[in-house]
């Protein structure tokens, strides 16, 4: 299939982002930097379901927004890895849970301090997080953190 060129809108500013068709079913995705993401079904290789990426931005927000308050008293080269496990119901053909996991090393910190950094990092996300933000009534959404409840 030949290639094909994202249109421009006169609309583009911050925050915009389009897909152009690369074939059946796949899509480019990019953003006005000029960053791209491949999106297509299941059985495209090298590609995000739209699902995907909607589980991509829950985590990638909840990290960049605990970010900052889990950097000052961990250090700022902590590890961290952030998974979203759900998938769609087929009935409702839609997503109506998706758990939120925080995989870090908080064995350093004695209970008190352990347990105010998951408070902290819980209520950063909650504030902060605009993708959790605007799905929070339409999808049941759970945070861990270190293996708590948050």
Known sequence: MPEHAHQVSAHIG???VSVTRTGTRTYEG???RGS???????DAEGH???????KLALV????MSSDRVAARRLGEDY?????????????????LRIDEELLVDLSGLDDSER?????????????ACTVARSV??????ETTIDGTPA
């Open 14 to 16: 911050p925050g915009s």
């Open 30 to 32: 990019m953003n006005e």
């Open 36 to 42: 791209t993401v491949r999106i297509g079904p299941v």
């Open 48 to 54: 995000f379901t739209p699902g995907e990426l909607l």
């Open 60 to 63: 990638g927000c909840a990290g």
């Open 79 to 95: 590890a961290i890895t952030i998974w979203a496990h759900g998938t769609s119901d087929p009935k409702e053909n839609r997503y």
């Open 115 to 127: 347990s105010t950094l998951i408070d902290i990092m819980s209520k950063a996300i909650e504030r």
């Open 136 to 141: 929070h009534d339409s999808i049941d959404l």
